[in-house]
Every structure is written in C-alpha cells, then in structure tokens.
C-alpha cells in the first residue's frame, strides 16, 4: 500500500512538472524567436520611425512575455503608455503591470486576449512612433 501510494504520488509529480514545462515554452515560443531589442520600422514615405520589437535576426516576428527584459519590452511599453494610455513606467521589464496593460491593449484591439505579445499582437497593436525625439503619433506596423 506505502509503494502504491509513492508510485501515485511520484507519478503525480513528474505529469505536473511535464505540464509546466509544456505550458512555459508555449507553441509561440518554439515557433518564433524571443525579442530581444528595440528596432525602428518607416512604413510608407515621409513618416517617422516606428519603434517594434525585434528579434536578434533583426525579424519583427517574435515574442514577449512576463519575465523578458530588454529594450523590445520599452518598445512595446511605449506602445501601451502612448497609443493605448496606460500608466506604465517604462523600463524594460516585462512585470505584471505591463501584461495588464498589454491585456488592455489586446482587448482595444481585437486580439486574442493572453497577455503576450506575439504575432498578432504585432499586427493588430499600435506601435509609436517618432521625430527626432518627441513622441508624435502611434502607427501599424507592416509586413
């Protein structure tokens, strides 16, 4: 009975940590890049820089979430504190504060609602964008 109950109880702990472990890689993770910094973007003619997410590639397809920190997190926070109006500090972290924004943001959008910026976070997101350095307006990004 004690041998039963260590198997069951041994058993329950490896199927929680497999679970754990597939939940935090998450599909988008292997499929995509993380972001890593902060690049600029002109869509169109005579406009400013957009500032977006990048991965190290230099690829505008890539992800954020909680636990990243980099300058890909400050654009992204610049994004939801100037085209979404949320009170964030930007800082490069990626905290709760900033996935509730993002959420926020998400939600004004139309986009799937999971607190992590992905691909179609960055289609569906504004992004900001600027002039020399004064923040101006907020911008799509194109592909």
């Known amino acids: 009975m004690r041998i039963e109950l260590r198997v069951a109880a041994v058993t329950a702990a490896l199927l929680c940590a497999l679970a754990t472990t597939a939940v935090a890689a998450g599909p988008a993770a292997a499929a995509m890049p993380e972001c890593v910094y902060q690049g ?3 869509p169109g003619t005579g406009g400013g820089a957009v500032w977006v997410p990048q991965a190290a590639n230099g690829s505008r397809h890539c992800w954020l979430r909680r ?8 654009a992204l926070q610049q994004a939801l504190k100037y085209c979404y109006s949320r009170d964030i500090v930007i800082d490069g972290s990626f905290g709760p ?19 992590e910026y992905g691909e179609e976070s960055a289609r569906l997101l504004k992004m900001a964008s600027t002039t020399s ?5 907020c911008a799509w990004q194109t592909f």
């Open 133 to 137: 350095t004064a923040w101006y307006d």
């Open 40 to 42: 600029s973007h002109r």
């Open 97 to 115: 504060k900033t996935e509730k924004a993002l959420r926020n943001a998400q939600y004004q959008a139309g986009a799937v609602i999971d607190g």
């Open 67 to 74: 636990g990243s920190k980099n300058s890909a997190v400050r």
